[in-house]
């Protein structure tokens, strides 16, 4: 039984047609901190955006959660772990928007924020935007986030179809963002990790390129390697946007 510590692996590509990545990642191996974040924003404003969001975030988080032990079966534990997520995402926002309006040229901007901090054997996570975590289990690809987008809560309302969704004008609409205002309203969720899991945090440049399915057989086939080949493939489809990809090969220190 001795520990097995987590192994991550990630890339971030300006695609084939963008000037600049607004893209950012950032793994933070020693306090097991993982984050995709998506800038929107002209004049350099998204990638002000995201740069600030994954330095907050991080930055609050090892500040408050440094030292936390989070008993598993102790409901108390996990919801206070899951506010500090949500309040780590908040105090993103709100320097984002602080920033802005001290520098009109960049009012408007703001990123999307996928966040992950692995305590023991258990996942916790923070999620506002179009940005996504997956968990491949047992050879299965879980999709772990909603899409804050407004395509996507149309097909969770019945309004369109997934094919519909697939190909609609307004697919890259998000709904929710970090920056844009002082707060936003953040998904958190909680997962207890199993041997051999695997979780994937990527921008809408790589699933908005490669469906479900091939992210599954890619994961399952190549593990870490998927990274690189995931980036590729999303590139070799045209890349009209920013990619970014980010794995955690079987973070469960427990088993
Ligand atoms: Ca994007």
Redesign the pocket.
């Given at each position: 039984m001795g520990l097995i510590k987590p192994i991550a692996k990630g890339k971030t590509d300006i695609g084939q047609v963008r000037s600049v990545n607004?893209?950012l990642l950032l793994i933070n191996h020693k306090q097991k901190i993982y984050i995709v974040a998506?800038g929107?924003g002209g004049h350099a404003g998204g990638e002000i955006a995201s740069q600030i969001c994954v330095n907050a975030i991080n930055d609050y988080l090892v500040e408050h959660l440094s030292d936390i032990a989070v008993d598993s079966d102790n409901i108390a534990d996990i919801q206070s772990t899951l506010k500090i997520i949500s309040d780590s995402i908040n105090h993103a926002s709100s320097k984002i928007y602080e920033h802005a309006l001290q520098n009109p040229t960049l009012k408007g901007m703001g990123t999307?924020a996928t966040v992950l901090k692995i305590i023991n054997n258990r996942a916790f996570c923070g999620h506002v935007g179009?940005?996504r975590l997956y968990l491949l289990r047992n050879a299965f690809l879980y999709q772990i986030t909603y899409d804050h987008s407004l395509v996507s809560e149309q097909v969770r309302a019945g309004l369109l179809t997934e094919e519909e969704a697939e190909h609609h004008h307004l697919k890259?609409v998000i709904t929710r963002s970090v920056g844009y205002q002082l707060e936003e309203e953040v998904d958190t969720t909680h997962l207890m990790l199993e041997p051999n899991d695997l979780l994937l945090l990527c921008?809408?440049?790589l699933h908005?390129k490669v469906p479900d399915t091939e992210i599954s057989k890619i994961t399952n086939h190549s593990r870490l390697d998927a990274v690189n080949i995931l980036v590729n493939l999303a590139n070799e489809r045209g890349g009209e946007?920013?990619i970014t990809v980010l794995i955690i090969d079987n973070p469960d220190v427990s088993s």
């Open positions: 607004q893209d998506d929107m999307t179009d940005s890259n921008s809408d440049g908005g946007d920013n």
